[in-house]
Nanobody
Framework: QVRLVESGGGLVQAGGSLRLACAAS????????MGWYRQAPGEQRELVAS???????NYVDSVKGRFTISRDFAKNTEYLQMNSLKPEDTAVYYC????????WGQGTQVTVSS
């Protein structure tokens, strides 16, 4: 059974940083694409960052230069380092493995105050 457990969300002031982590079990981590999505109140869920099984990385324009996605195969964990946070980054963040039809974390709230 695949399980994704997220951690690292919280409240931070604008300009601050947070690192989200997503620990996976029950799946061969290195063989699947993974990503981070977010959903703000009243908005659709959007893909923030993704990394393919061969390591190709993409970001949504609004986070380029501020967010970094990475993965640690030894720990079966993916990360999202978020720097220079803005109030508009406030959302529930979800880790994903295997694309939209794959597996999802439970979500973690990120709140950026102005």
């Amino acid at each position: 059974q695949v399980r994704l457990v997220e951690s690292g969300g919280g409240l931070v002031q604008a300009g601050g940083s947070l690192r989200l982590a997503c620990a996976a079990s029950g799946i061969i981590f290195r063989l699947v694409p993974m990503g981070w999505y977010r959903q703000a109140p009243g908005e659709q869920r959007e893909l923030v960052a993704s990394i393919t099984s061969v390591g190709s990385i993409n970001y949504v324009d609004s986070v380029k230069g501020r967010f970094t996605i990475s993965r640690d195969f030894a720990k079966n964990t993916e990360y999202l380092q978020m720097n220079s946070l803005k109030p508009e980054d406030t959302a529930v963040y979800y880790c994903n493995i295997g694309g939209v039809s794959g597996f999802w974390g439970q979500g973690t709230q990120v709140t950026v105050s102005s």
